[in-house]
């Protein structure tokens, strides 16, 4: 048990004094050829979502679902549609994923129904057994580069042991990702590092204040603040990013 711990560590980059997973590694996993079951989780704002979409996928392609107690397997999975006098089967997203080795995102999987967390066991289990059978009868197994990346902002301790158990890696974000940060004037930048570190009624993600940044352009700094947070928590946000040094 030592060594394997002391192996683990020696290839983990985390921040010594937080013991936090910074971006370098995160894209390195995602990245990665092994680590095909992978669950980001972290505030909002912070850019999982963008991670998921966009970093690593090598040649792959992108299919995405964002899950809702609502969303039944079966608009994961596919079902029969009428084409002209037939009834046809048409393969669902995770379906498409898996036949053409592309990179599934699931979003929000603490918000899944049972039905389809029910139908997601297969779908995570290793590449050597995950497969599904289609009502046509027909077996789908992973083509090769198959990848599941799961966006939340709750880690999955929640979820069923089971399918916690799933996943390759589990990594928590806790800083916006680097380009979006590079994208905000100064003043802007420094308050959503600070503001990361509030609680979740004051807090600004990166998301609005790239909204902001832009729509300053036309109306004003202030004005944007208003448009974009609201009258009283624009107008304190402004006053913040004037503390700041933006103008």
Not at 152 to 174: C, G, K, S, T, Y
């Amino acid at each position: 048990m030592a060594e394997k711990t002391k192996t683990r560590n020696a290839n983990t980059k985390t921040d010594s004094k937080t013991d936090t997973i910074d971006w370098e590694l995160i894209e390195r996993v995602l990245g990665s050829e092994v680590a095909l079951r992978i669950y980001l989780y972290g505030l909002p704002g912070v850019g999982k979502t963008y991670a998921a979409y966009m970093i690593r996928r090598q040649d792959r392609a992108l299919y995405a679902c964002t899950l809702m107690p609502e969303t039944p397997a079966a608009e994961l999975r596919g079902t029969y549609l009428p084409m002209g006098e037939c009834i046809v089967w048409h393969d669902g997203p995770v379906v498409r994923a898996m036949r053409e080795g592309a990179r599934l995102v699931l979003n929000e999987l603490s918000h899944a129904s049972e039905d389809a967390l029910a139908f997601l066991y297969p779908v995570l289990e290793n590449s050597d057994t995950a497969r599904i059978t289609l009502p046509t009868g027909e077996t789908v197994t992973p083509a090769k580069g198959f990848q599941v990346v799961v966006t939340d902002n709750q880690a999955p301790d929640d979820l069923p042991a089971a399918l916690r158990d799933r996943f390759d890696a589990v990594l928590e974000i806790r800083e916006p990702h680097p380009s979006a940060l590079a994208r905000l004037s100064e003043p802007l930048r420094e308050v959503v590092r600070r503001g990361m570190a509030l609680d979740e009624e004051r807090r600004v993600s990166v998301r609005p204040v790239l909204a902001i940044d832009r729509l300053a352009h036309e109306f004003g700094l202030r004005v944007a603040c208003l448009i974009v947070l609201g009258a009283a928590r624009g107008s304190l946000f402004h006053d913040a990013l004037v503390l700041a040094g933006a103008k």
